[in-house]
């Protein structure tokens, strides 16, 4: 986030508190959060529904737990969820925020989540730490340090798109003194959080993680930091078992509280707002905004070649490349890699397919999976969301469909290779054309899903992109061979000829994507598709020549 | 499923598919094809929504693959979703089926399920026979038999409880004989199938199999068998190559179509029924329709005692016992265990409460709690189901909410204490009385989630649960306080109120459950909530009692 939302953030805050937290009594605070948690939940019926997440990092023995367990018995239990994942080395192969998007809040909730992404960060720091230290090295930057900026970047840009997709965000970090964390060590078996301590006695461990605390909390100005740290008549008046009792500070955890409650009603704020309008709305999309301009529509979508190719050249040149192309999907994941040949490889792999209507994706598709087994890709059909993944970013669902590499099976190599019949492009295509979207989302999700192609494609996963495209009228003759073959006719709706009324608009929607998302990190290829044989050649052909870039076999 | 369906199943398949499978030809199949999952998919709308799971069984190199592969060229492909896992050892702490639930179809769809719990079960029994091997056991069952056998029959009534809930099964075991899986291995590395076939060239692995094979065939009826193996004249005249790219024997692909076929078409007619007359309701079942006797009612359910605890009391007591159940709680994932004591320790715990409303089931669960980390357990608030569960058998969203142990952490504890504010008891109490079940389904509910809790007891979870009794006449004390109370007016409801009405079909729900379903792995603990404070430690007196029962410190 920016330092410009966060001081928008902080006006809005005063607009919906004017209740000065230390104005509010236990009794007005317990029902003031109720209301705006019921409020919040009231954003699915009216307003554009929108989900609170509460980020709660930081020290251990800093009193995490006590807050949260505070907050629950303040609120209504039913609405709130409460989350937790314990830190573990970031996968090799996919973003750091993809293992947590299942905990993200659906909207109208608020989900407190313990852990999250940033457990995952601080652990693979500590790692490159750990090693350097081996190795003796210096420089301005060391390693672990360039990794935890360049990370935090990215974390930064998932979170601002996750804020303008209506997931409000509240992150929370827990402070003590060395002071404090040294008396409550002394005790640990006592302690209700006991179990996450494990190695907190090591005091190089403590030294290495306020280092890297320094740095997340220096490069990022949202977070609100609360400082559990005993007072010093703490020792003198009270025994220490009593002030544990209490949940240690009383005033860290009536200051989460507040917290809570400010941020819920500045999501409800925010929820009223009209999307354009969006206050937290970023500066890169007011760039957009104030300034969209429509692309020049390439000839490759409209004049689309029609050579007529005889089917026994075909049939030899189709089974050789779906040969070659299996062979290359296969050696993604070949652990061992090829001998004396260095590191072995291991990418995922997403095809994406956007088109006309009856432009032959199910086809392509059809002839790339062929050579394949069922249990090693995964497709999907996307459709409209459902109503579910309507009360999350638009991005969502497709978040939730990535490749995955399985940490429990190491032979696995199942849904690595995920096949996208529509994709997210969608929000650029259907709900730009039939207004699904408001024209700052739409306009806004290019970055967002040029962002989310770069965090996968850092990663080593391999996007291959087609639009296949076919011409008006070459679409009316499939659209009448479907309504005559019995088989077939499940494959046409009035949705179809819809959409064809509206031809010109979604060849101008497909010119703007190919200008704006045809990154390097993934291309967008078209593919003329008004000969069926020659355009499932063509796919295989790009995918071959995608797939040899990054794998030498 | 037992005999009886069987035979009712067959003759199902008769009506509904009046054609010889001999009598259609290509076309005519894929147009039934596709009109049979849109039916079924219809039936969201109209009659019982019922979902159909093909579980892919067999062999590798069986052309199980090529099969599902033609299934998927043939039917409308976005009503057809394919999962597949690799069998793994089963995990030590819960049910064999746990681990698949959450790809269970929804209601409307067919889902064609590779691996499953089969494949897991598999795996289990060759381990337990290669153990054994170097033991040079000898008796009438080995251990591996008995265990399968064992696994065999606790599976059977878990897809018995599927089949009875709107969850079709079609169980498809592909086989060949040695002398097509010796031609097929020959040539492994071009096989579509490669990647799952790792040591079937070790001869002994494959009689292993085929030995575990013959167990689960002759045990269980219901599977239908499909012979891939090549027939002769395949060697003879046919190049084996050309064969291999036809998808093997498209004699057993087109039977398999034909199965889904048939599946499908009885899965609708069954869907068409009445629930009590379904002609799947196991025999079970029917004996407990045919005389359903009404449990007396038990004092404690009615005769509530009403003592009057001091404060003071009260908090000394508190205290102790929350450090006593939060000692318990901890050790019981112990994994190293006391010095010399033997086995580790590692127990899932559940928690389950029932009671009228206002009884104090949030306000139990609070001191439950309260000496814990909120990281430690997860409170999951029981309303009425949504959407997408509504479309699936009626206990999986519990299934889904099952503690589980996670196998990427080895540290990892979290999670594994689940408190269920209201509970899978809904289905015999709200449902019942509220007429949201038939008859026939809330009336078998009572076994199946005895058999729920017997699996999940056998695998060493410790299931605690609590009915919390309260008198009418102290309900409605506490909804009037709870009327004038700002911050707790957001617990009463109109259901509340309309429920109280029902006061006596509620009493009497809960005296069949109680008489029903207090198991000798799952005991009821009744308690009387007129005096909160009493209330309080009589639920944490019997949680600590029921702990030591399992946990020796």
Redesign the interface.
């Given at each position: 986030m920016s330092k410009d939302n966060k001081n928008e953030n902080k006006e809005l805050r005063i607009t919906a508190d004017p209740l000065s937290k230390f104005h509010m009594n236990e009794?007005q605070l317990?029902?003031e959060l109720?209301k705006a948690q019921?409020a919040l939940r009231e954003t699915r019926q009216q307003g554009q529904a929108t989900g609170l997440l509460v980020l709660v990092n930081g020290m251990e023995y800093s009193g995490k737990?006590a807050a949260?367990?505070q907050l629950?018995?303040?609120v209504?239990?039913?609405l709130l969820n409460?989350e937790?994942?314990?830190g573990?080395v970031p996968s090799k192969y996919e973003p750091i925020w993809q293992a947590h998007v299942a905990k993200l809040p659906r909207h109208g909730n608020i989900t407190?989540y313990?852990?999250n992404w940033y457990a995952d960060l601080i652990e693979g720091a500590l790692l490159l730490m750990k090693q350097e230290k081996s190795k003796d090295k210096e420089g301005e930057f060391e390693a672990w340090e360039v990794y935890l900026r360049h990370q935090l970047n990215l974390l930064a840009e998932f979170e601002m798109d996750l804020m303008n997709n209506h997931t409000k965000l509240l992150k929370c970090w827990f402070h003590i003194d060395e002071d404090t964390l040294k008396h409550r060590i002394k005790d640990d078996k006592d302690d209700?959080?006991?179990?996450?301590h494990?190695d907190w006695q090591d005091k190089k461990k403590v030294k290495r993680f306020n280092k890297i605390a320094k740095v997340i909390l220096s490069q990022q100005q949202d977070w609100i930091i609360l400082d559990g740290s005993e007072p010093q008549e703490i020792t003198e008046n009270k025994s220490k078992k009593e002030y544990k009792?209490q949940g240690y500070s009383e005033e860290a955890n009536l200051q989460f509280c507040h917290e809570v409650l400010h941020a819920t009603q500045s999501a409800l704020l925010s929820s009223q707002q009209n999307d354009s309008k969006h206050p937290l709305v970023s500066e890169i999309t007011r760039n957009i905004n104030a300034a969209f301009s429509w692309a020049d529509i390439p000839d490759k979508l409209t004049d689309i070649d029609d050579p007529d190719m005889g089917k026994t050249n075909y049939q030899k040149a189709l089974?050789k490349k779906q040969n070659r192309l299996?062979e290359l999907l296969?050696a993604r994941a070949d652990y061992k890699g090829k001998e004396g040949e260095g590191e072995p490889t291991n990418h995922h792999v997403i095809f994406a397919f956007e088109g006309m209507d009856a432009a032959g994706k199910?086809g392509a598709i059809?002839r790339l999976?062929?050579?394949?087994?069922?249990?090693?890709y995964?497709?999907y059909?996307i459709?409209a969301p459902?109503?579910?993944e309507q009360q999350h970013p638009y991005l969502w669902r497709f978040w939730r469909r990535l490749p995955e590499f399985s940490?429990?099976?190491k032979?696995?190599?199942?849904?690595r290779i995920a096949i996208f019949?529509r994709t997210w492009y969608g929000r650029v295509l259907v709900e730009r054309v039939e207004g699904f979207a408001s024209e700052a989302a739409w306009q806004r999700a290019y970055e967002e899903i040029n962002r989310m192609e770069r965090d996968l494609a850092e990663k080593g996963t391999i996007i291959i992109k087609y639009w296949l495209a076919i011409d008006k009228q070459e679409q009316l003759e499939r659209f009448e061979e479907r309504k005559e073959t019995?088989?077939k006719q499940?494959?046409l709706t009035e949705d179809d000829w819809r959409n064809r009324d509206k031809w010109h608009e979604y060849v101008q929607a497909a010119a703007d994507m190919l200008a704006r998302t045809n990154t390097k990190q993934a291309r967008w290829h078209v593919v003329a598709t008004n000969d069926k044989r020659t355009a499932r050649l063509a796919v295989l052909d790009h995918a071959i020549a995608q797939l040899e870039k990054v794998i030498k076999i």
């Open positions: 009794e317990r029902l109720v019921y737990g949260v367990t629950r018995q303040w209504d239990p039913r409460v937790a994942t314990i573990t407190a313990f852990g209700p959080e006991w179990l996450y494990m009792d089974a299996a296969r199910g059809k999976v062929a050579p394949l087994d069922p249990r090693e995964q497709i059909n459709s459902n109503r579910m940490p429990t099976l032979e696995e190599r199942l849904s019949d019995p088989h499940f494959k």
